[in-house]
T-cell receptor
Framework: GENVEQHPSTLSVQEGDSAVIKCTYSDSASNYFPWYKQELGKGPQLIID?????GEKKDQRIAVTLNKTAKHFSLHITETQPEDSAVYFCAAASGSQGNLIFGKGTKLSVKP | DGGITQSPKYLFRKEGQNVTLSCEQN?????MYWYRQDPGQGLRLIYYSQIVNDFQKGDIAEGYSVSREKKESFPLTVTSAQKNPTAFYLC?????????????FGPGTRLTVL
């Protein structure tokens, strides 16, 4: 079945810097890759997603890139702000297998 | 407001007791899911339901049970057979299965076994 690896597990950046979180997946049939942001004590919030027919997607300060050949995808946050501090999860799903498989999360800290 | 609600927010249980966690959605979504989250871990799937009156086991179903009698509701029962039930429980829904148009999460229930 699908396996999703996420790195790094913790990331600390200065306000205004960029942050990059990377994930790899094992199932070449996976075709949907969402990213979630989870603040302390709350449920995860979908912030951006990408499908396998697209290489990059942007939404204001966040972007996701997908390399199907290498089976990895990344989340890029530019001009980070203290409110970006949270745990970020990547996930992958395929039409054949079904369910979303999540990475173990990255705790991002943005220092003012 | 449209969304997913979970109750209670905090739940305490004595060993040997069954407890039921509530999950309701008014998004008209067909599919619903229950996940368990432990510190430093990703989300692990307990049960999911693609449609009313149907549900399937996820990766860690032992010690849990669910029902899906109504489209809006997907309650989870944590039974006494669950060896280590203390965790943060998250309910989610999606317009379809497996949620390739996004899964949307509720605020969670934190269960503590005393």
């Amino acid at each position: 079945g699908e396996n999703v690896e996420q790195h790094p597990s913790t990331l600390s950046v200065q306000e205004g810097d960029s942050a990059v979180i990377k994930c790899t997946y094992s199932d070449s049939a996976s075709n949907y890759f969402p990213w979630y942001k989870q603040e302390l004590g709350k449920g995860p919030q979908l912030i951006i997603d990408i499908r396998s027919n697209v290489g990059e997607k942007k939404d204001q300060r966040i972007a996701v890139t997908l390399n199907k050949t290498a089976k990895h995808f990344s989340l890029h946050i530019t001009e980070t702000q203290p409110e970006d501090s949270a745990v970020y999860f990547c996930a992958a799903a395929s039409g054949s297998q079904g369910n979303l498989i999540f990475g173990k999360g990255t705790k991002l800290s943005v220092k003012p | 407001d449209g969304g997913i609600t979970q109750s209670p927010k905090y739940l305490f249980r004595k060993e040997g007791q069954n407890v039921t966690l509530s999950c309701e959605q008014n998004l008209n979504h067909d599919a619903m899911y229950w996940y368990r989250q432990d510190p430093g871990q990703g989300l692990r799937l307990i049960y999911y339901s693609q449609i009313v009156n149907d549900f399937q086991k996820g990766d860690i179903a032992e010690g849990y049970s669910v029902s899906r009698e109504k489209k809006e509701s997907f309650p989870l029962t944590v039974t006494s057979a669950q060896k280590n039930p203390t965790a943060f429980y998250l309910c989610a829904s999606s317009p379809d299965f497996p949620g390739v148009f996004g899964q949307y999460f509720g605020p969670g229930t934190r269960l503590t076994v005393l």
